[in-house]
């Protein structure tokens, strides 16, 4: 039997990682370890209890304000802790967030082999964004297997030197996620007040975007308001006090838009889905919104899914606050460009990710 440490501690990760957390569980291959790090506390726990997902250790690192020196050190130490107690044969990590990249890291400087799950995507701009296109190239580097998500990715990999045997084509989990949220005859508060209007969903929250870019794109997003009455706009806005601040200064008071805290990931995805179209500078969301028929207006200047561009799922607007609304006007006022991006393929797999993963596994 193989013992996996799986370790995550964001909202996205804990939303991709449960539901392959799940299906080892469910193969007598495997015994499985548990382990958060507390990267983010009160925004990931709606997502373990969702998926019934109870941690064996919670590293609890958490604090206001917290730098990438905090997240890296606890994490580090933490992790390492613990493989030394449990000694896993394989340490599982997600994506590109601190905490994967300490916990694989901390894998690493104990000889344990790593499995990078959504592995291989790069904008190559290590900058942007900022520090999460280093942390997964640098994952990758250090990683026994790189589960990509789509061929592009794979290639990324290759190209990097990592050896074929090494490389996985297998999707991405936030598809296999989507069993577990998406629900039809769901209602909320924000669906029912945006009746008769058109809903638009907005996400904001990377670390680069504090500041000048966050204060464009809120000036697009009251322009867009303005400018389309028949519009309803609802963000739940991140955790992130810095963002907080940014978000009640610009936008709260204003003629409908809906700042709420962030959504449970079963109210979020029912939203997307009732949703005319999202603004984000968010990575999972961009591989989730097309299963649910949202367009995506990715507030950003770099993306690591370009899959999503090409596949006519999403377009890359950019920081800018004419740019972001010009993109948002195309979409409000041309039908068919809306109607070919809402019903464009989602490149980002079958939803079968999970299955894919724990049967290369069991193999190795
Ligand atoms: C982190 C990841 C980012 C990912 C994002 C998902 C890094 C460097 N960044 O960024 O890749 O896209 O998560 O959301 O790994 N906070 C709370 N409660 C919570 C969560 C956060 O209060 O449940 C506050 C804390 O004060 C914290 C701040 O938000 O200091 C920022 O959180 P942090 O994890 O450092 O960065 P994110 O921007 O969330
Ligand atoms: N999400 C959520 N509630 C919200 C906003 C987002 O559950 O109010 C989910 C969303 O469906 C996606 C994930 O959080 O699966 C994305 O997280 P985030 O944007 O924080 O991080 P990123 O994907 O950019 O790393």
Same mark, same amino acid.
């Given at each position: 039997?193989?013992?996996?440490?799986?370790?995550?501690g964001?909202?996205?990760?804990?939303?991709k990682?449960?539901?392959?957390?799940?299906e080892?569980?469910?193969?007598?291959a495997?015994s499985?370890?548990?382990?958060?790090?507390?990267q983010?506390?009160?925004?990931?726990?709606?997502?373990? !209890?969702?998926?019934?997902?109870v941690?064996?250790?919670?590293?609890g690192?958490m604090?206001?304000?917290?730098?990438l =020196? $905090?997240?890296s050190?606890?994490?580090?130490?933490?992790?390492g802790?613990?493989?030394? *107690?449990?000694?896993p044969?394989?340490?599982?990590?997600?994506? $590109?967030?601190?905490?994967?990249f300490a916990a694989?890291?901390a894998?690493?400087?104990?000889?344990?082999?790593?499995?990078h799950i959504?592995?291989?995507?790069?904008?190559?701009?290590i900058?942007?964004?900022y520090?999460?296109e280093?942390?997964?190239?640098?994952?990758?580097?250090?990683?026994?297997?790189?589960?990509a998500?789509?061929?592009?990715?794979?290639e990324?990999l290759?190209?990097?030197g990592k050896?074929?045997?090494?490389?996985?084509?297998v999707?991405?989990?936030?598809?296999?996620?989507?069993?577990?949220?998406?629900s039809?005859d =769901?209602?909320?508060?924000v669906?029912?007040?945006?009746?008769?209007k058109?809903l638009i969903?907005?996400?904001a929250h990377?670390r680069?975007?504090?500041? $000048?870019?966050?204060?464009?794109?809120f000036?697009?997003?009251k322009?867009?308001?303005?400018?389309?009455?028949?519009?309803?706009?609802?963000y739940?806005?991140h955790?992130n006090p810095?963002?907080r601040?940014?978000? *009640?200064k610009?936008?709260s008071?204003?003629d409908?838009?809906?700042?709420c805290?962030?959504? $449970?990931?079963?109210?979020?995805h029912s939203?997307?889905a009732r949703?005319?179209?999202v603004?984000?500078?968010?990575?999972?969301?961009q591989?989730?919104?097309?299963?649910?028929?949202?367009?995506?207006?990715?507030?950003?200047n770099?993306?690591?899914?370009p899959?999503?561009?090409?596949?006519?799922?999403?377009v890359?607007?950019g920081?800018?606050r004419r740019?972001?609304f010009s993109?948002?006007e195309?979409?409000?006022?041309?039908k068919?460009a809306? !109607?070919?991006?809402k019903s464009?393929?989602?490149?980002?797999g079958?939803?079968?990710?999970?299955?894919k993963i724990?049967n290369?596994?069991e193999?190795?």
């Open positions: 039997m193989k013992k996996i440490l799986a370790v995550f964001t909202r996205p990760e804990a939303i990682m449960c539901p392959l957390i799940i080892l569980k469910s193969r007598s495997f499985v370890v548990v382990c958060v790090t507390g983010h506390r009160e925004m990931i726990q709606p997502s373990l !209890d969702l998926f019934g997902v941690p064996d250790y919670d590293l690192i604090r206001p304000s917290q730098t =020196f $905090d997240i050190r606890d994490v580090l130490s933490g992790v802790k613990i493989i030394e *107690k449990e000694k044969d394989i340490v599982a990590v997600h994506g $590109d967030t601190t905490t994967a694989a890291l894998a690493f400087y104990s000889n344990v082999p790593v499995a959504e592995a291989g995507l790069r904008t190559f701009d900058l942007s964004p520090p999460e280093f942390n997964r190239a640098s994952i990758d580097k250090i990683s026994r297997w790189c589960f998500p789509t061929e592009r990715s794979a990324n290759r190209r990097e050896r074929d045997n090494e490389i996985f084509v999707g991405n989990t936030a598809i296999d996620a989507l069993k577990y949220t998406a039809a =769901f209602t909320s508060d669906i029912r007040a945006a009746q008769g058109r969903t907005v996400t990377r680069e975007n504090i500041g $000048d870019n966050m204060r464009e794109m000036g697009a997003i322009d867009i308001a303005s400018a389309f009455p028949d519009t309803f706009i609802c739940p806005v955790k810095a963002v601040e940014l978000a *009640k610009y936008l008071g204003c409908r838009i809906f700042l805290d962030p959504m $449970d990931t079963v109210s979020f939203t997307l949703s005319y179209l603004l984000t500078d968010s990575g999972g969301i591989e989730e919104a097309p299963s649910l028929g949202c367009p995506v207006i990715v507030m950003r770099t993306t690591e899914r899959e999503a561009v090409e596949a006519g799922t999403a890359l607007a920081v800018g740019e972001i993109a948002a195309r979409l409000l006022t041309d068919t809306h !109607d070919a991006m464009a393929k989602n490149p980002f079958d939803g079968k990710t999970s299955e724990a290369i596994l193999k190795c």
